[in-house]
């Protein structure tokens, strides 16, 4: 059987983490394909709606990146951002399905390699959880 | 109009009853109702069976209000009864619109439900742990009861409803906009809302200012209520995230919006919406100080997110029930 390729959807901010992303290309840094990124303006621009969206329509994870605290280019979307996830995390335990699908990390945009690093390993972990119980769920 | 009368029926699924009492609310104009309709199924009120309403022809009655959610074999064949005999489907109140209340046991499955209910109740009595079965032989034969599904449904996920009308239970105001459309033949698009378009903070009638607070407070934490925004006193309150057109009847009497007005429109989410505002506003004080173990003890406030959030709604949520194990 072949190996579970997890599909991971990254919510990236435009200054910090879209940038570390980006770095992370052009320093040639090896990360897995598996995952899609989408760059916002602000971490903060995240809305909770956006994640659950992204795990009904059958993403198996959800990487939220935003600057590090007090490097908000909004000053404090990050940490909005934040607490969002951590609600959005206890919500999905209580239905059941594992919060560690869906991770909040601060990636600034010097960090290419941090980026890889988080990506690396945040796929592996989902290889481990195996498919999202979502996608059996929403059919 | 026609001098005809109108053709109307009612019919509840899962549900408390209180939308029955609702239709009534609308008090004397129930005699204008009556004076330019005929019930002809209304299973509270009128003596109506189900093979009469199977011998009607299809669309025969012009419209028909259907309130509660549908969560056992029996609703679901009511539903598509009425579906083919009615005109116009209404679905009615937030059980039929978004889940309800009865929406909720989507946390659990037939069997935790039936557990709890027959089982674990400490004052129920059945030490044989007998639960309903769908069929059950008897001397006389086979006795049956209609299958309870797992998941909790909303109307519209079962049939097609050419209108919403919202609110546990639904407003009068609404109803009798509602009723006045029908009878004036003034109804909106199908698959419209029959209610305003702006969220419940709308119609509050608290003062509202800049929005922060360092924690959640329950109500009965609360001694004394300030004269502003519940939110901004800390009380968690969805007004923000809920749809209008109750005239924020529960902020009226001092307490929070808990949603029945189900989400504001174009939102795909209530409980997400719900907590995109609150994560917004609870912590800001000095949040960039909040180590991740503050933040967490801040949220602990919130007891029981999915029944906070999706009081009303869990069934028509993006995620809409708890994944089986």
Redesign the interface.
Known sequence: MEEFEPSVIAFLCNWCSYAGADLAGTSRLKYPPNVRDIRLMCSGRV???F???A??EGADGVLVAGCH??DCHYQ?GN??????V???R???S????EPDRVRFEYISASEGQKFADVVTDFVGQLKEMGPS??KE??K | MTDEKLKFGFYWAASCGGCEIAVLDIDEKILDVAAKADILFWPVAVDTKYKDVEAMPDGHMDVCFFNGAVRTSEQEEMAHLLRRKSKVLVSFGSCAVTGGIPGLANVADRDEVFHTAYIENPSTENPEGVVPLTEFEVEEGKLELPEFYDTVKALHQVVDVDYYLPGCPPPTELIVQAVTAIFEGTLPEKGSVIAPSKSVCDECKFERSEKKITRIRRIYEVDELEDKCLLEQGILCMGPATRGGCGARCLNANMPCTGCGGPTPGSLDQGGKMISALASILGLEGEEALSDEEVERLLDDVVDPVGTFYKYGLPTALIRRRVKK
Request: net charge positive.
């Open positions: 809305d909770p709606v994640i659950l969206d795990l009904k605290p007090g404090s940490y909005k951002t934040n607490r969002k951590r609600l959005i206890r919500l999905l209580d239905l059941n399905i119980p979502l769920e929403c």
